[in-house]
């Protein structure tokens, strides 16, 4: 508990000591409010656009909880069917990496095209975004299981189904909460590119907008509010992999 408070004290004083330090150098250099401005102004936006900003952060908190969960699903479904059918990984693994390295900025506008400037290809784009690294993280999981453990389950007449939810699952748990939590983070990026390419809201519309009327702590207000939407979403996977998991993986700390 000690630990914990240290911890996050920390943090707390070293973003203070970087925003002090921002401040005063906006004052001595006197940079432009246009170029760079002060933590003070964008705390001051923050406030006086606050509703403005909120709706356009529910829009795309929507985007990003969507493509998330999509995109995890999905990825989980596959890595189990590859971890079942080992033909399938020499299949699909081209394809999966294909589909993450080709950038997803380049592909967008065609999302765009297809299904229009609503939702569905925000959540599309969000949702490759966040797939691969749990379809990567899960295949390798369910892979680490020693090979004696599933003969001694195979002599005991445990079926392919028994092994993968006794033995197997319970393996790639933990290679699975790892893969959440950064695809959430990617899930943030997904719904920004997403809207940078076609949106009349959200918060990479605003974003676009603000940055097109040199309105940079507006920006810097959105991109403040972005992470911290990326940053606690990532801590409530933390805390949902503690609390379900307490039990098997942190029993020794």
Same mark, same amino acid.
């Given at each position: 508990m000690k630990t914990s408070i240290v911890y996050y004290t920390q943090i707390i004083v070293s973003l203070i000591g =970087? %925003?002090? %330090?921002?401040?005063l150098a906006v004052l001595i250099f006197e940079i432009p409010s246009y170029v760079?401005?002060?933590?003070?102004?964008i705390l001051t936006t923050l406030f006086i656009q606050k509703q403005y900003l909120i709706k356009h952060s529910m829009v795309t908190l929507v985007e990003i909880l969507l493509g998330f969960g999509i995109g995890s699903a999905f990825g989980f479904v596959l890595a189990l069917a590859i971890s079942s059918f080992r033909f399938l990984e020499k299949v699909l693994y081209p394809l999966l990496i294909f589909t993450q390295v080709t950038p997803k900025i380049a592909v967008a506008p065609l999302f765009i095209i297809w299904f229009g400037y609503g939702l569905l290809p925000k959540v599309i784009i969000t949702a490759l975004m966040s797939f691969f690294p749990v379809v990567v993280n899960m295949v390798k999981g369910l892979k680490q299981v020693h090979p004696d453990l599933v003969s001694l389950m195979s002599s005991l007449s445990a079926t392919k189904k028994q092994i993968l939810y006794k033995i197997r699952l319970p393996s790639a748990m933990p290679f699975l909460f790892s893969a959440l939590k950064v695809s959430i983070t990617l899930s943030v990026i997904?719904?920004?590119?997403?809207e940078f390419v076609g949106a009349d809201k959200g918060l990479g519309y605003v974003?676009? =907008?603000a940055n097109a009327n040199l309105e940079t702590s507006l920006v810097f207000a959105a991109l403040t509010i972005l992470c911290f939407i990326g940053t606690t979403l990532f801590l409530i996977i933390g805390v949902i992999e503690k609390t379900l998991f307490k039990k098997y993986y942190y029993q020794i700390s």
């Open positions: =970087v %925003f002090a %330090f921002w401040q760079l401005p002060m933590p003070t102004k997904g719904a920004v590119i997403g974003i676009m =907008v």
